[in-house]
């Protein structure tokens, strides 16, 4: 099992930055493959904001680019995601996600599987 806890929101006026964090622990985060932040708006659908793979290719939705840096530190099994110039329009709750890809891993044999984080809250203000 692998457990996800973000950390790193709050508020912030438009303009500002945050960073958020997401922790993995567990005996299978060596099976992890690609992390992303998924972000939920009150009364929204949950989107894709950032990816990136275990070889450290990132990729943005559109309206994040240029903006928001997604990074990852394998040694210390940790995203981030680095949110410059915010806006209203980013106020969400922003979820981690881990996949697990089947195979061995060492001496251990991984299964797919997805993780989520439990979120951490994004206000932007006026």
């Known amino acids: 099992q692998v457990q996800l806890v973000e950390s790193g929101g709050g508020l912030v006026q438009a303009g500002g930055s945050l960073n958020l964090s997401c922790e993995a622990s567990g005996d299978t985060t060596v099976c992890i493959s690609g992390m992303a932040w998924y972000r939920q708006a009150p009364g929204k659908e949950r989107e894709l904001v950032a990816k990136i793979t275990d070889a450290g290719n990132a990729n943005y939705v559109d309206s994040v680019k240029g903006r928001f840096t997604i990074s990852r530190d394998s040694a210390k099994n940790t995203l981030y995601l680095r949110m410059n110039s915010l806006k209203i329009d980013d106020t969400a709750d922003y979820y981690c996600?881990?996949?697990?890809?089947?195979?061995?891993?060492?001496?251990?044999?991984?299964?797919?599987?997805?993780?989520w984080g439990q979120g951490a809250q994004v206000t932007v203000s006026s």
């Open positions: 996600n881990a996949d697990t890809v089947p195979g061995w891993r060492g001496t251990y044999f991984c299964i797919t599987k997805t993780y």
